[in-house]
């Protein structure tokens, strides 16, 4: 509720326009929808100082961001926002990675199946586990999973 009020009334930031000091001065000024304009960026790098900011924020306010800006239809998923959830412990914020990275048609999977293994939420762990049991997924897929839990 929050989230919709700040977007309504400020509007959403350029994410192609934010420096990486914008979006840490977002979070004294507690600007939820620059940060979350931030998750949305080509840049990986301000992708990543985004998803590291807006984790201080309880995950009813930030949830819907993160998992909505994870998702990108040319590339599949924006791996700088996984890389900021390095150290995530709540299933609710870590949840979205598990969810999109599920789904098979999902490119550049490997990819971000190995930067999960910095999350060290439990909904990670138990994904990376499905994922590397899942006999309808490729080899290459089921291999980075079981790397990515700690396996050969």
Known sequence: MLLLLLFACFG????NQLTVSDLENAV????????????KALDPEIQQVAAEN???FEPDNIKECVCTALA?????????????MKGEKRNAVAGCVADVVKKSETPNREIAISLMADIPAPIINKSLMELAMNVADDKATRASAIRAVGGV
């Open 54 to 56: 807006i984790r201080i």
């Open 72 to 84: 990108d239809t040319s590339n599949g998923l924006r791996d700088g926002i996984i890389r900021g």
């Open 28 to 39: 004294p000024q507690k600007n939820l929808s620059k940060l979350c304009s931030g998750l």
């Open 12 to 15: 959403e930031p350029d994410p």
